[in-house]
């Protein structure tokens, strides 16, 4: 069955970095789009970052632009967020989903869910 499995989450303090990975299994990553969403305490989800099958097409929310850096690696079936001059406003938990529906930064776009993984910044 489908699995997405987030990791890396932490606490930190502002200015700080955090690499998030999500490991994927159960379906053909390398033909799906990626994407890292994120959900804070009291607000509805948002869409931080996705990419598509290829890695060739990117595209950031404007909070995250300049910030973070998200890549994927097609043999290690892996998805990474490299998150740099984090922010307390960036403490939210963050999940991985993987869509069939082209990229952005849509939830509808997205068939399959992590479960999340916590980043505190303080």
């Known amino acids: 069955h489908v699995q997405l499995v987030e990791s890396g989450g932490g606490s930190v303090q502002a200015g700080g970095s955090l690499r998030l990975s999500c490991a994927a299994s159960?379906?053909?990553?390398?033909?799906?789009?990626m994407g890292w969403f994120r959900q804070a305490p009291g607000k509805e989800r948002e869409g931080v970052a996705t990419i598509d099958s290829g890695g060739g097409s990117i595209s950031y929310a404007d909070f995250a632009k300049a910030r973070f850096v998200i890549s994927r690696d097609n043999v290690k079936r892996t998805l990474s967020l490299q998150m740099d001059s984090l922010k307390p406003e960036d403490t939210a938990v963050y999940y991985c989903?993987?869509?069939?529906?082209?990229?952005?930064?849509?939830?509808?776009?997205?068939?399959?869910w992590g479960q999340g993984t916590q980043v505190t910044v303080s």
């Open positions: 159960g379906y053909s990553y390398s033909s799906y789009c």
């Open positions: 989903a993987a869509g069939s529906v082209g990229v952005g930064l849509d939830e509808w776009r997205y068939d399959y």
